[in-house]
């Protein structure tokens, strides 16, 4: 099984980044093909809102994007991992879904998507607003579904996870696709 598993936080040695590490390493312990991208270094522009790709079936704009969507398109499985600033995804993330619009009318193989969090809060509400949102993505891809999520919270400074059982967590769900 192909498994794209797509890292939005920027911040070296995130927590979220520490998460999706783990879901990789579980992931292909049990036998799947796993490509990580982190979106550190990419060029993500925003969505201009001209539609061109729901003709072309890629975007206009010459950034990081197509490549991508290309990835995404071609895997059974993908992982989006995230930390959650002001009760919702990732700026980058976000930033990324708007852009892969041109996804929309194309054939598509992936069927169960994952998502990873972290954040400085702790609460059980804090992902919702997160998982709301990509679960708006989903929705665009009805052969589609949330397959799981993961939370730590109470992580904040890079590296809070270390040691935290959500790590072997993120390992045993990788492992089980």
């Given at each position: 099984m192909k498994v794209v598993v797509i890292s939005t936080s920027l911040r070296t040695n995130s927590n979220s980044?520490?998460?999706?590490?783990?879901?990789?390493?579980?992931?292909?312990?049990?036998?799947?093909?796993?490509?990580?991208?982190?979106?550190?270094?990419?060029?993500?522009?925003?969505?201009?809102?001209?539609?061109?790709?729901q003709k072309l079936g890629r975007c206009v704009i010459k950034d990081d994007v197509n490549d991508i969507m290309a990835k995404v398109l071609d895997a059974d499985v993908v992982v989006w991992a995230t930390p959650i600033y002001y009760y919702e995804m990732s700026g980058q993330m976000k930033t990324l879904i708007d852009r892969m619009n041109a996804m929309y009318s194309q054939e598509y193989k992936f069927r169960d998507v994952y998502m990873l969090t972290t954040a400085a809060e702790d609460e059980d509400f804090v992902p919702k607003r997160a998982e709301a949102g990509l679960t708006g993505?989903?929705?665009?891809?009805?052969?589609?579904?949330?397959?799981?999520?993961?939370?730590?919270?109470?992580?904040?400074?890079p590296r809070d996870i270390e040691g935290n059982a959500k790590l072997q967590a993120a390992y045993e769900m990788g492992g089980k696709i």
């Open positions: 980044d520490a998460l999706a590490n783990e879901f990789i390493h579980g992931a292909q312990d049990a036998g799947h093909d796993v490509e990580k991208i982190s979106l550190t270094g990419k060029n993500i522009q925003f969505c201009k809102g001209c539609l061109a790709c993505w989903i929705d665009c891809y009805p052969k589609s579904r949330l397959a799981g999520t993961l939370f730590c919270g109470g992580v904040n400074d």
